[in-house]
């Protein structure tokens, strides 16, 4: 079966497309990426996705749609014709707030569909937040699935999240803000990120911003949990926005203090031993500095960075596998990683 799966993150970065083709074997499941690529967003889409929270609902409404009619657009361009069984969008979050059993990723299944030709997945997290889940994460199914070999799978977009592995059961969860907080300030010198950590290499880490910005009982709290974009935005930017430190020490200490609370999980649950892989991906894998400071933080760990294409890619090969899982009617969220009454199937399909 080959879907396209479609991936929007919170840091804005652009469109991701995977075209995936999976099999099913006997020791389980043969996959591949076909065909990757990035679409960026056009400027006026960036500055609507970003102040969409306090927009009315009218304009989220057509903000929904007319993101589903760009989806399939771009879907349709991105193919040139190719014959694909199903698109699978996880959406752009817009809200994310389970402890009021609400989510909403925007980006119409319908639209999508109805552009493209293709019928079309989406809506992943909602299934799970009916039945009292976090929602989120909601790709650890297919780190359990298509990546056996490692202990645990951490991907560092606009938030840091882990999937760790024991026994026959997986767990995830969200740990700190990441790209988010960079992002933010690396745009304070006119950039879109810090290329390489460059900026925060320069710095030096702040220990009463660091005491500051782990404050947050967010971090003592057990998992199944999940951050929301809007919280960070709300409680650890105007933190950085208040701090007179230079911007290469806020750099640097935001950096510290995503290096720190993974190491500190990586310490807690997987016992430091030198056998256990932990696969690094998102946007974050590539930042230099931010990759060498886990590496120092987690010693007795062996933290990979994986080529582009799986750097770049896993979250939308993710989404692909959750679509295929939601078509063949097998669960695709998990209540060990949710917390939610009961494992589900996960999605909306859209046929065309």
Request: charged share 25%; net charge neutral; aromatic share 8%.
């Amino acid at each position: 079966m080959k879907i396209l799966g479609i991936m929007s993150g919170s840091s804005l970065d652009g469109i991701d497309m995977a075209l995936c083709e999976f099999d099913k074997e006997e020791t389980g499941i043969k996959w591949k990426i076909l065909k990757a690529g990035i679409i960026d967003y056009p400027k006026e889409w960036k500055q609507k996705l970003r102040f969409l929270p306090k927009s009315t609902a009218r304009e989220i409404t057509l903000a929904d749609y007319h993101l589903g009619y760009l989806f399939g657009k771009e879907a349709k361009r991105f193919l040139h014709n190719e014959k694909v069984d199903f698109i699978a969008s996880h959406g752009h979050t817009v809200f994310h707030e389970p402890q009021n059993m609400m989510t909403l990723q925007i980006g119409n299944g319908s639209a999508i569909a109805a552009v493209s030709g293709i019928s079309t997945i989406y809506d992943f997290r909602s299934m799970d937040i009916g039945f009292g889940g976090q929602g989120a994460p909601v790709v650890p199914i297919a780190d359990k699935d298509l990546f056996p070999e490692y202990s645990a799978l951490v991907n560092i977009g606009g938030i840091l999240n882990i999937s760790i592995k024991k026994s026959d059961k997986i767990f995830a969860y969200d740990i700190s803000p990441a790209n988010q907080l960079l992002n933010f300030l690396a745009q304070k010198t006119g950039k879109d990120y810090d290329k390489d950590g460059e900026i925060a290499s320069k710095g030096k880490v702040s220990n009463d911003l660091l005491k500051k910005l782990l404050s947050f009982d967010y971090f003592n709290r057990e998992y199944p949990k999940s951050l929301d974009n809007n919280f960070i935005k709300k409680n650890f930017i105007p933190i950085l926005e208040n701090d007179n430190n230079s911007i290469e020490d806020q750099m640097a200490t935001s950096v510290e203090l995503i290096a720190k609370t993974l190491a500190d999980e990586l310490k807690k649950e997987l016992n430091v031993d030198f056998d256990r892989q932990v696969l690094i991906t998102g946007g974050g894998a590539k930042n230099n500095f931010l990759i060498k400071r886990m590496a120092a933080l987690s010693q007795g760990i062996k933290i990979v960075v994986p080529d582009d294409l799986i750097i770049n890619f896993k979250e939308a090969l993710m989404i692909a596998y959750m679509g295929y899982l939601r078509i063949n009617k097998k669960n695709n969220v998990l209540r060990s990683v949710t917390g939610a009454s009961k494992d589900s199937i996960g999605g909306a399909v859209c046929i065309v």
